[in-house]
């Protein structure tokens, strides 16, 4: 069955359709002793946060050996690498000459780079509720738009707000660890004033083609009984729009103004600064029911919460190694849903992340995932919707996050002893779908 699908011809994407793969600085660089520490560092050297207890010291040890990285991603014939800038490593001396040695490395090699401005290793001395850390965010961009703006081909003000505040800020599995709940809000609010505020910094350093790399999945309701519609209703406002709606049409969701800090009108007008694309990063659909006294499990942690929602299970799918459901044509979904609602509004559209977890080199079950999800996407460009491009989370196989080394994301692997690189079956795959684009 999965052969079968895989081996229908694939669809022709649009010419200039951008095809990429993602990664970011923490996750893959390294080399923490030449750089300050980040929220993330404080973090992992807590005894249990890290499901295995490791920490990202030397991670794929990118830092020092980004040359064979830029060849993987030379061999794979992507049009784009999308990365991130580590803010605690341009805050060190020197730091700054890294990126300017891999953009041109990657320009050499005839790879656009795709710069993340923040994907969640914020310094230690900054904190997200704090509105002063989004002045500091846009004094940051413009450092970091002046040297690298000459070679830089689109930048991504920030990662996924929405699981830096819901994980980091208002469950604690993530860094910086804060149990906050509902009062977590304000962190969201900072996050996309900080967006607003680079974008505005990007254009003034004369950088142009700029965009967010949000998280956004449908949200399908329990059933049809009023109490798990108006769950997953909420679910949906909270990890969704709260994080589309500014941007997009300068509001936010019925509400949640009043719960934020400063003078929100004035801020919207900041964060809604026109961009020229938004990115979605897309796992998985979640279903949503009516609260349950249910307990949050994450990172093999678990404990009791009070939301007035329960995620519940997507029956009959298949899952990945992160126990994920595999859902391709929910991104369709996905992309007609956006286009629908915002209309005009919404500029091009760019999947900035994709992706899966699997054991193994031979992974078929990657492939699958991934030709899925690209039929998926196609169908949605065929509805009509302007997606401009499509980036594959990850290059590497690197340190994800409270699960540690754990999860497996890469089309290629990693070796954490020797740091090996060898690419996996759907590297090999992804190379030949590129070429046959082409
Ligand atoms: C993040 C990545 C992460 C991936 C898989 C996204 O939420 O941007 O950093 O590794 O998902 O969990």
Partial sequence: ???????????????????????????????????????????????????????????????????????????????????????????????????????????????????????????????????????????????????????????????????????????????????????????????????????????????????????????????????????????????????????LIGRYPEGIGELMPGDVEADLKVIAEPIDWYGINYYAPTRVGAPQGAEIEFGGLSFPVELPFTVREIEDRPVTDFGWPVVPEALTELLTGFAGRYGDRLPPVLITENGCSYEGVDDQERIAYLDGHIRALHRAVEAGVDVRGYFVWSLLDNFEWAEGYARRFGLVHTDFETLERTPKASYTWLRDLLRAQR
């Avoid at 310094?123 to 509720?129: E, H």
């Fill in 1 to 247: 069955m999965i052969r079968r699908m895989v081996t229908n011809p694939m669809p022709q994407f649009p010419a200039g359709f951008l095809w990429g793969v993602s990664t970011s600085a923490h996750q893959i660089e390294g080399a923490a002793d030449v750089r300050e520490p980040s929220v993330w560092d404080v973090f992992t050297a807590e005894p249990g946060r890290v499901k295995d207890g490791s920490t990202a010291a030397v991670a794929c040890d990118s830092y020092h050996r980004y040359h064979e990285d830029v060849a993987l991603l030379a061999g794979l014939g992507v049009d784009a690498y999308r990365f991130s800038v580590s803010w605690p490593r341009v805050d060190s001396p020197g730091g700054l000459d890294f990126y300017d040695r891999l953009v041109d490395a990657l320009c050499a090699a005839g790879v656009r780079p795709v710069v993340t401005l923040f994907h969640w290793d914020l310094p230690v001395a900054l904190d997200w509720l704090e509105r002063d850390t989004a002045s500091r965010f846009a004094d940051h961009v413009s450092v970091v738009a002046e040297r690298l703006g000459d070679r830089v081909a689109k930048w991504i003000t920030l990662n996924e707000p929405a699981e830096h505040t819901l994980l980091g800020h208002a469950l604690g599995v993530h860094a910086p660890g804060r149990r906050l709940m509902f009062d977590a809000l304000p962190v969201a609010h900072h996050q996309l004033l900080a967006h607003g505020l680079a974008v505005r910094a990007l254009r003034a350093a004369g950088a142009g083609d700029i965009g967010i790399a949000n998280s956004h999945g449908p949200t399908w309701a329990a059933s049809e009984k009023p109490e798990d519609r108006e769950a997953a209703e909420f679910y949906d406002l909270l990890l969704n729009r709260l994080f589309s709606d500014p941007v």
